[in-house]
């Protein structure tokens, strides 16, 4: 199993970083897309949809993406005028995510409600799934590096919470949910993504970079986001009855259980940033 986790992470790092440094932005663009297609498709099975209706779920995902390109093809940067554009976008996709995360999963895990097998469970799907989608594209038009930047942000979030947990572990943060995370892991990834975000500092807008207050509570909301997301898709695979949302990743689940955190996280930041320069 270990060797087989360590190939597949081999194999995804390759193929992330070929799409992300050498593909035009079209590319970028059709990459980001089959990654969301393949999350609709384990979303569906979230939904415990029947095998078609899933494969249906993740085509109406695919045509909404081509959708929004075809009407704002200066936002996802395929024409010139790309910021204006963007922050036009932006409004539409990452304003309602970010009020479905802050207010509403808190609500969602509190009460731990089904995912709706109906077109409201698809709605949500979209209100995860295609924010996270335009954060992907438009991020990645102020660099490659700075999109590196902002997902290590995550990354550093788990990996810190890890090992705060296994040092320093007392209390369970949701113990029906996700019994291995606890509180102190949770704080240890929060202040790890502060000092992370510090030192970033002078690389962000000076809106955020001249304002250390301001920077303070963004960084802490991403940290929050970011155990949201997780614990989000983790009480779903619990209801649904699944240990992963698929097994398209070998040794890995499946693309929900590698960006569940991303998914909640990358809007945010996306509209952070957008605000910080408009």
Same mark, same amino acid.
């Not at 509180?183 to 993504?193: S, Y």
């Given at each position: 199993?270990?060797?087989?986790?360590?190939?597949? @992470?081999?194999?995804?790092?390759?193929?992330?970083?070929? =799409?992300?440094? /050498?593909?035009?932005?079209?590319?970028?663009?059709?990459? %980001?897309?089959?990654?969301?297609?393949?999350?609709?498709? /384990?979303?569906?099975?979230?939904? $415990?949809?029947? !095998?078609? !209706? $899933?494969?249906?779920?993740?085509?109406?995902?695919?045509?909404?993406? @081509? &959708?929004?390109?075809?009407?704002?093809? %200066?936002?996802?940067?395929?024409? %010139?005028?790309?910021? /204006?554009?963007?922050? $036009?976008? =932006?409004?539409?996709?990452?304003?309602?995510?970010?009020?479905?995360?802050?207010?509403?999963?808190?609500?969602?895990?509190?009460?731990?409600?089904?995912?709706?097998?109906?077109?409201?469970?698809?709605?949500?799907?979209?209100?995860?799934?295609?924010?996270?989608?335009?954060?992907?594209?438009?991020?990645?038009?102020?660099? @490659?590096?700075?999109?590196?930047?902002?997902? =290590?942000?995550?990354?550093? @979030?788990?990996?810190?919470?890890?090992?705060?947990?296994? =040092?320093?572990?007392?209390?369970?943060?949701?113990?029906?949910?996700?019994?291995?995370?606890?509180? /102190?892991?949770?704080?240890?990834?929060?202040?790890?993504?502060?000092?992370?975000?510090?030192?970033?500092?002078?690389?962000?807008?000076?809106?955020?970079? !001249?304002?250390?207050?301001?920077?303070?509570?963004?960084?802490?909301?991403?940290?929050?986001?970011?155990?949201?997301?997780?614990?989000?898709?983790? &009480?779903?695979? $619990?209801?649904?009855?699944?240990?992963? !949302?698929?097994?398209?990743?070998?040794?890995?689940?499946?693309?929900?259980?590698?960006?569940?955190?991303?998914?909640?996280?990358?809007?945010?930041?996306?509209?952070?940033?957008?605000?910080?320069?408009?």
């Amino acid at each position: 199993m270990f060797k087989t986790r360590v190939v597949t @992470a081999v194999l995804l790092l390759l193929v992330f970083f070929f =799409a992300l440094f /050498e593909l035009p932005p079209l590319g970028w663009a059709i990459f %980001s897309t089959l990654v969301v297609a393949i999350a609709a498709w /384990e979303w569906g099975g979230l939904m $415990r949809l029947a !095998s078609l !209706s $899933r494969y249906l779920l993740a085509m109406v995902f695919v045509l909404v993406c @081509a &959708l929004v390109a075809y009407l704002e093809p %200066s936002a996802l940067n395929l024409k %010139s005028g790309f910021f /204006e554009a963007a922050w $036009r976008t =932006a409004q539409w996709f990452y304003i309602p995510a970010a009020l479905f995360w802050l207010l509403g999963v808190p609500l969602w895990l509190k009460y731990r409600w089904p995912l709706p097998k109906s077109w409201l469970g698809g709605l949500l799907g979209m209100l995860l799934l295609l924010p996270a989608w335009l954060a992907l594209i438009q991020l990645k038009q102020f660099g @490659a590096f700075g999109l590196i930047a902002v997902m =290590a942000t995550v990354w550093l @979030a788990d990996i810190a919470a890890y090992f705060f947990g296994h =040092a320093f572990g007392r209390h369970k943060l949701a113990p029906n949910i996700s019994p291995g995370k606890t509180w /102190e892991g949770a704080c240890g990834g929060v202040l790890a993504v502060v000092i992370y975000g510090f030192i970033l500092a002078p690389n962000l807008p000076e809106a955020l970079s !001249s304002k250390p207050v301001v920077l303070l509570l963004a960084l802490i909301f991403v940290s929050v986001l970011s155990i949201l997301g997780d614990l989000f898709e983790s &009480l779903l695979k $619990r209801q649904a009855g699944l240990k992963d !949302s698929s097994n398209v990743l070998p040794g890995h689940g499946g693309v929900l259980d590698r960006i569940d955190s991303l998914t909640s996280t990358l809007p945010l930041v996306a509209l952070i940033w957008f605000k910080a320069l408009n």
